[in-house]
């Protein structure tokens, strides 16, 4: 199992945008340093808990503070941009990465993006623009030469080559064909993931609860085996919220005392229930949505506690799920007491992470 980190990125409302871009920048630094595989930094336009729109703008300040971590955009909202303009954008990004970049698409699921860019979520018309823009996207860079896509949502013309010569569409990605694609899903049965599937891409999931994430993998294998492909449960990527410390009490103090508690309670809570999306965020059906609170997390689903407690609930999540490949840590905004996050990271990195490597290791024949 391979570790990384996943990077909403969330910050108090009262955070400027330019000091929590600080703590982000931290973060991945502390991340390459401690070994971890990858960060993933998502895309909003109207979450003030999520104040980042441009990830890519991120990932460049970090891609120069960091030297061996793999960075992408987690994820890039595909209705919102046109795939022409972002093809281009990723494909140069591509080159100043040297090959520590990946390619993270979504199609978005928050209802006030939707009211900004006037695009339809309820009806789908969101999943319908993301399969149009990737479609767009993959086939300006495998165009040689003109070529024309006449969409539903985009129309793309890439031209033949104009003034002798001097004007044509050269910018391709810097990795072949392109770089790694992952897809974010956020409904059960995702329809983004069954899209994932079906390209064999990076399936990424958040594990709200057993059988929330269990329909993950299922439409992402159903699609994958309809495409002819084999579905690899080492591609999938899974969100989870993580806090070590020396003892499970002081895990559990800083969890619920510092920002991963106030998260969830001033924001992703009542996010999920005005949603009615609260429903997954239990397998045990006598617990009812409005009773969630942290504490709840804390004792069913977070890997929060000691070395020894995380190890056994990230096992037990393991065989859950059925085995995925990479741990994506969900990040929180500790900037104002960095010290208990930084030893989180550390422990979870150093410690915790070859014991269950070790335990997942095949017995020998």
């Known amino acids: ?37 990858e960060a993933w930094i998502g ?100 165009a040689e030469g003109e070529m024309r896509y006449e969409g539903q949502y985009w129309t793309v ?74 579905p690899n449960r080492a591609s999938w990527r899974i969100v989870r919220e993580v806090f070590v410390a020396e003892t499970d009490a002081e895990a559990r103090r800083w969890c619920l005392e510092g920002n991963m508690g106030r998260q969830e309670r001033e924001y992703l809570l009542p996010l999920f229930r005005a949603f009615d999306f609260a429903q997954w965020m239990t397998s045990d059906p006598n617990v009812s949505p409005a009773d969630l609170t942290p504490e709840y997390f804390v004792d069913h689903g977070w890997l929060v506690g000691s070395v020894e407690t995380v190890t056994e609930k990230l096992l037990e999540m393991d065989r859950q799920v059925g085995g995925f490949g990479t741990l994506l840590v969900l990040g929180f905004d500790y900037a104002d007491q960095p010290g208990p996050w930084r030893q989180s990271m550390e422990l979870l990195a150093r410690e915790v992470m070859p014991r269950v490597n070790r335990a997942l290791q095949p017995a020998p024949a």
């Open 1 to 37: 199992m391979q570790l990384g980190l996943f990077m909403m990125p969330t910050h108090p409302p009262e955070r400027s945008p330019y000091d929590g871009a600080q703590w982000d920048l931290q973060m991945i630094r502390w991340a390459d340093e401690l070994g971890f595989d």
């Open 43 to 142: 895309e909003h336009f109207t979450a003030i808990w999520e104040p980042v729109p441009a990830p890519d703008l991120l990932i460049a300040q970090a891609l120069l503070q960091t030297s061996r971590i793999k960075l992408a955009p987690g994820a890039h909202l595909l209705p919102y941009h046109h795939p022409a303009e972002l093809a281009a954008r990723v494909a140069y990004l591509d080159h100043l990465a040297r090959g520590r970049f990946m390619f993270g698409i979504g199609s978005s699921g928050l209802p006030s993006d939707w009211h900004l860019f006037n695009v339809d979520g309820a009806a789908g018309e969101n999943r319908r623009m993301t399969a149009e823009a990737l479609e767009i996207i993959l086939r300006i860079w495998e």
């Open 157 to 230: 013309h890439v031209p033949p080559p104009m003034v002798d010569g001097l004007l044509y569409h050269h910018l391709k990605p810097f990795q072949k064909p392109h770089p790694p694609i992952g897809i974010a899903g956020l409904s059960p049965r995702s329809d983004t993931l069954r899209l994932a599937g079906e390209r064999g891409f990076i399936p990424m999931s958040l594990n709200l609860s057993p059988h929330y994430i269990s329909t993950h993998w299922e439409v992402y294998e159903e699609a994958a085996r309809a495409a002819g492909r084999d």
